[in-house]
């Protein structure tokens, strides 16, 4: 599987970003997909997660109620709406596909280079 992240971009604080991550392969519908986050001099951190069966989701603490992740397995694509964004929410943004639903960056098995997300103040 390879993967493909877009979207990102300057943005004002308390604005809005969709990301879009595009998947190649026909084995997308069976991946997990998440989306984790890197700023300089961090770690990886993990953003959100959803299932193959898109009802099924999971959030960080600190992206809850701001952040919805969704998938369209007709294309492929796994989405990362973001709203009321904030400055500490700027860094690259990478999706990922794995085989369960974790927080944990290692137990996934496809990386796409990421997008950069910079909120202004």
């Known amino acids: 599987v390879q993967l493909q992240a877009s979207g990102g971009g300057l943005v004002q604080a308390g604005g809005s970003l969709r990301l879009s991550c595009a998947a190649s392969?026909?084995?997308?519908?069976?991946?997990?997909m998440g989306w984790f986050r890197q700023a300089p001099g961090k770690e990886r951190e993990f953003v959100a997660v959803?299932?193959?069966?898109?009802?099924?989701?999971y959030y960080a603490d600190s992206v809850k109620g701001r952040i919805t992740i969704s998938r369209d397995n007709a294309k492929n694509t796994v989405y990362l709406q973001m709203n009321s964004l904030k400055p500490e929410d700027s860094a690259v943004y990478y999706c990922?596909?794995?085989?369960?639903?974790?927080?944990?960056?290692?137990?996934?098995?496809?990386w796409g280079p990421g997008t950069q997300v910079t909120v202004s103040s």
């Open positions: 990922a596909a794995g085989s369960h639903i974790t927080t944990t960056p290692g137990s996934y098995f496809y």
């Open positions: 392969g026909r084995a997308f519908s069976t991946y997990v």
């Open positions: 959803i299932n193959w069966s898109p009802g099924n989701t």
